[in-house]
């Protein structure tokens, strides 16, 4: 399977997305993209980005999900 990766600046979050609290971020993105869109992904953070890791085939939808919920 071939993945492709989503990344979002962290310094961009903006409301109701708190930096401060990234790992709750993190939990809540997986958890949209899961339950809203049966994506799997995997979620990991650095200190500059959010990296989303998603099955190519699924990228249109995984992006789109991320636009609804205001982070692209």
Do not use: F, H, K
């Not at 401060?20 to 650095?46: F, G, K, M, Q």
Request: hydrophobic content about 50%; glycine content about 2%.
């Amino acid at each position: 399977m071939e993945t492709s990766t989503i990344r979002i600046a962290i310094r961009g979050l903006n409301e109701p997305w708190d930096a401060r609290r990234i790992p709750a971020v993190l939990d809540e993105i997986e958890c949209a993209l899961r339950e809203e869109a049966s994506i799997p992904a995997r979620l990991t953070a650095d200190s500059m980005s959010i990296a989303i890791d998603v099955a190519t085939d699924r990228l249109p939808a995984a992006a789109t999900l991320l636009r609804e919920l205001g982070l692209i």
